[in-house]
């Protein structure tokens, strides 16, 4: 019989008999491999120990080292815990159980919804069946048994998705765990061999869930969990998660008071005086860099005539995300989801010359999108919000200074912030509007603004907007989770759209072309990471409110109100907190309450002018006169120092 050759990794080629399983060739590599091997590339492709081969092809072998193993892990974990869905609830019908990037899920239809017990028995009743080391088994079994097997089974869900995806086929894969009574599911693979691989999972939440995403169909549960490969990185993991609810923007937001929300306005935020001063101060902060930069604000109609959007093509392809309204003589008006053709009509409602060029407009009026409920989530998805948003105006040839500048006020904006970021440019897709070398001359603009401002970058090829290349900036938190914030997009199209023109120096029109940029992005959004990433925590220079005067009896409170007025008069954000309370319980409720500074007065500091200064950060600091706390105060402030 001719042997077959297979090629590992390093380039050597080994000769086995045809119909060889991966894992024998992983055995003559080294018994240890053997042991550690999950699953295999075959070729490229993703397939079980048990696969047979059958020609020439190259192999290598996927232990928990390989980026393949966690994806593997997760989905023959979703396996596992609906073998024990199963195993505890017979009546219980499996829909899909795929992995995801935090773990995995898998639906079922269920009697009445789970509840945490069913979780924990669950999650037990997997370790039990982890612990036997039962065999997940590929099967193919002729398509008509397996369409009969599951109809008997009382499967329908898995019927469907046989008929629906195997048409055609004689034969469709199956795996069993152990055997078909213990478990068995129709999926093309590849699993891990045994259930004794899994050893580092756990089941999180359950959620509603509809057959296929579709509310029209059986209500399912879904049960969520995660897997990791080690226990250490899923211990990591659900610390992360702990913290990550401790910090979660919506319950820091209650806590603190800064927002709430109301059924009656779905995805619109009713800031409160707190969350209102942070607000206004994000809003002023940009001003501050923008301004000086040479932009100018604007505020243009927040209703318009549906004619704008026809033009600007929302129309036609965003009309489904747009709140839309009828005026009082009848004219159909759509609230404006983006400031970017409202910039377009005030930049044409003037002759422009090459000399009023760049013109950068910023505008913070708020926008709306007409979002289903369903995807609302705190600040990060809303109806109505606003951007620090921005368009600039240039001839091709600003494009790069323009760029470079951008990124430096980007750089600038996320240091105050003490956020991390990372940069990535996108290059012209495979459908794109406008010339070649047009598209090649901007993308070699963004690099050299890139490297001109020394911003790191990576470059995802054929990723840009039909319209124009970006650059785009993800924020990274205290938690390590990416946020996409920063954009800087150029745009070929809709200067065409909207007949956009300057008079060049050669006393002929010319089309300029516009950035789209943004640096917070949604400043609500923005909010949120902030709350997310400082824990409620802010440092001083944001703080709604940054100091708290204490006084410890009754007899001090016209020494701390005459405190109070002189930190006020000085610019700092203070309150007075002269209720009937211990000092200590005050004291208590400030730090929880996350102010940064408590200013303790009694006698004493009444006496000499001074306040016993308490940092949230660093606890007592000791008495000092209050003149000097202020003076302290402000350069913390102007120095935009992060704790
Ligand atoms: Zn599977
Ligand atoms: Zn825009």
């Not at 008999?17 to 492709?45: F, M, N, Q, Y």
């Not at 100018?296 to 709140?323: C, R």
């Not at 159909?332 to 400031?339: A, D, H, I, S, Y």
């Not at 204490?550 to 008069?569: F, G, K, M, N």
Request: contains cysteine; charged residues 25%.
């Amino acid at each position: 019989m001719s042997h077959i050759a297979v090629t590992l990794p390093d380039g050597s080629v080994r000769e086995v008999p045809p119909g060889t399983p991966v894992l024998e060739v992983a055995r003559g590599i080294s018994p240890r491999l053997a042991d550690a091997a999950l699953v295999a590339k075959v070729d490229g492709r993703l397939v079980d120990l048990t696969f047979p081969l059958d020609a020439d092809a190259t192999v290598q072998i996927v232990t928990n080292k390989s980026p393949e193993a966690l994806e593997v892990t997760r989905h023959s974990t979703a396996h596992l815990m609906a073998a024990a869905v199963t195993a505890l609830f017979p009546a219980a019908q499996c829909g899909i159980g795929p992995p995801t990037d935090e773990g995995f899920f898998y639906d079922f239809v269920v009697d009445r919804p789970f509840v945490p017990e069913d979780l924990e028995r669950i999650e037990a009743k997997m370790r039990e069946i982890a612990a036997q080391d039962l065999v997940y088994e590929r099967q193919m079994w002729p398509r008509d048994e397996a369409i009969r097997f599951f109809t008997e089974r009382q499967e329908p869900l898995k019927v469907q998705l046989i008929e629906e995806k195997t048409a055609g086929q004689s034969h469709v894969s199956v795996y069993t765990i152990k055997d078909r009574d213990v478990f068995v599911d129709f999926c093309v693979g590849p699993h891990v061999p045994s259930t004794t691989r899994l050893k580092a999972f756990k089941l999180l939440t359950t959620s509603n869930a509809y057959w296929k995403g579709d509310a029209q169909n059986a209500p399912m549960q879904r049960v969520y969990g995660t897997a990791f490969l080690t226990q250490k990185e899923l211990d990591e993991h659900l610390t992360r998660i702990e913290e990550a609810k401790k910090r979660d923007h919506r319950k820091v937001g209650k806590d603190l008071g800064l927002f709430t929300f109301h059924p009656w306005a779905p995805g619109a935020t009713f800031w409160l005086p707190k969350g209102t001063v942070l607000y206004n101060m994000l809003g002023n902060y940009m001003r501050g860099v923008l301004i000086p930069a040479g932009y100018v604000e604007v505020k243009a109609p927040i209703v318009f005539n549906k004619a704008l959007w026809e033009t600007s093509g929302h129309w036609d392809y965003y009309q489904d995300n747009m709140f839309l309204v009828k005026s009082a003589d009848d004219e159909e008006m759509g609230l404006k989801p983006m400031n970017c053709p409202g910039h377009f009509l005030l930049f044409a409602s003037d002759m422009r010359s090459y000399r009023d060029l760049p013109l950068r407009y910023h505008e913070q009026t708020p926008l709306h999108r007409n979002e289903a409920s369903g995807v609302l989530s705190g600040l990060t998805r809303v109806r109505q919000f606003s951007q620090d948003d921005g368009h600039c105006f240039v001839t091709q040839e600003q494009i790069g200074a323009e760029v470079e500048a951008l990124i430096g006020l980007i750089q600038r904006v996320y240091g105050d912030f003490g956020l991390s970021y990372t940069a990535k440019l996108s290059t012209r897709p495979e459908k794109f509007l406008g010339e070649v070398a047009t598209w090649d001359d901007a993308e070699a603009a963004l690099k050299r603004a890139l490297e001109g401002a020394r911003q790191p970058y990576e470059l995802n090829a054929g990723d840009g907007a039909f319209y124009g290349p970006k650059i785009d900036f993800d924020i990274t938190d205290a938690l390590g989770r990416k946020w996409q914030c920063g954009t800087i997009q150029l745009d070929y199209q809709m200067p065409e759209r909207f007949d956009l023109k300057y008079t060049g120096p050669d006393n002929t029109e010319h089309r300029p072309v516009v950035i789209h940029r943004a640096i917070f992005g949604s400043i609500e959004r923005f909010i949120a990471i902030l709350i997310e990433h400082f824990a409620g925590a802010f440092p001083l220079w944001l703080a709604p409110i940054q100091a708290v005067v204490l006084p410890i009896a009754d007899r001090h409170t016209p020494y701390a109100e005459q405190v109070r007025t002189q930190l006020a008069d000085a610019g700092i954000r203070v309150d007075l907190d002269a209720r009937q309370e211990k000092v200590n319980y005050k004291i208590r409720e400030a730090q929880l309450q996350k102010i940064p500074y408590m200013l303790v007065v009694g006698d004493r500091e009444a006496a000499e002018q001074a306040a016993a200064v308490r940092s949230r950060a660093k606890g007592d600091l000791g008495a000092r006169p209050v003149a000097q706390f202020v003076a302290d105060a402000l350069a913390e402030v102007a120095q935009k120092t992060l704790l």
